[in-house]
């Protein structure tokens, strides 16, 4: 894996057995790189517009990803298969999964969080138009500004999300 050349290496997952996977946003692909120190391609993005490569790990180890367009992926048996549709926003940015399995997504462009239930996406956080920011709020009436050079988004195992955000 040491000789492999990554370009722009989008996010990164660790499956429990510690094999790690990295988004390769430049290369449109998404790598493994095994305990054994092996490098391999497990997917490549088809969309070449894609804005970013966000990854995320159920708790079964499944991978789930994103690539700044509204879809959200689930790689099964070496292929990408599309679990949902976001709506109400442009893009799916970032990505992470709950300890249940909820899927959760966030929208860089429209300042949203989002969850995903059965394929259906609704906000959980965020609001446009927005004005002065009133803290502390409900989540939908808070304006965000999400940094789109910092890539990420987590959730703990207590419901509490993560984000990197240009100020606040």
């Known amino acids: 894996a040491t000789a492999a050349q990554i370009g722009y290496p989008g996010s990164l997952a660790v499956d429990p057995s510690g094999n790690v996977y990295i988004a390769d946003a ?5 790598r493994e790189v095994t305990t054994d120190k092996v490098i391999h391609t497990v997917a490549t993005i088809s969309t070449t517009s894609s804005t970013t490569v966000s990854l995320t ?10 690539t700044g367009t509204q879809q959200v992926f689930k790689l099964v048996s070496g292929n990408p298969v599309s679990v949902a549709t976001v709506t109400g926003v442009n893009n799916a940015s970032y990505i992470a999964v709950d300890a249940a399995g909820a899927i959760y997504v966030s929208s860089d462009v429209n300042e949203r969080l989002l969850k ?12 446009y138009p927005y004005g002065i920011d009133p803290l502390p709020d409900q989540a939908t009436h808070v304006r965000l500004h999400l ?8 959730v703990d195992s207590a419901g509490n ?8």
């Open 26 to 30: 430049f290369n449109f692909a998404i």
């Open 57 to 66: 790990l159920d708790p079964a180890g499944n991978l789930f990803y994103v």
């Open 116 to 127: 995903i239930t059965n394929g259906n996406a609704s906000v959980i956080a965020g609001a």
């Open 147 to 154: 940094n789109p050079l910092l890539i990420g988004l987590a």
């Open 161 to 168: 999300f993560y984000f990197p955000e240009l100020d606040g």
